[in-house]
């Protein structure tokens, strides 16, 4: 019913900036929302950040001032701006879109390694 595809991951030095991307498409309700989670090797996969349609945000507290979430309703795409890149962000981040009548669907997931 709805697919999204993630792109952006990759090889960068800590300090360094990535930009995730997530296109979603399908039956997409209008009013729903999407978000970034990461799960690194042995942990549990956690929240990193949630946008409405109307561009709400909420971060955890790990990447706060770090990461930016954005969204393009016209284009069905959520964005995720990492700066200040940590080895701890190391993981494999998945997009998420949700909403209340048509249930949640998961992105494919895509690697970011944060390595000198």
């Known amino acids: 019913q709805v697919q999204l595809v993630e792109s952006g991951g990759g090889l960068v030095q800590p300090g360094g900036s990535l930009r995730l991307s997530c296109a979603a498409s399908g039956r997409i309700f209008s009013d729903n929302l999407m978000g970034w989670y990461r799960q690194a090797p042995g942990k549990e996969r956690e929240l990193v950040a949630t946008i409405t349609t109307g561009s709400f945000t909420k971060y955890a507290d790990s990447v706060k001032g770090r990461f930016t979430i954005s969204r393009d309703n016209a284009k069905n795409t959520v964005y995720l701006q990492m700066n200040s890149l940590k080895p701890e962000d190391t993981a494999v981040y998945y997009c998420?879109?949700?909403?209340?009548?048509?249930?949640?669907?998961w992105g494919q997931g895509t690697q970011v390694t944060v390595s000198s």
């Open positions: 998420k879109i949700s909403s209340g009548w048509n249930g949640s669907y």
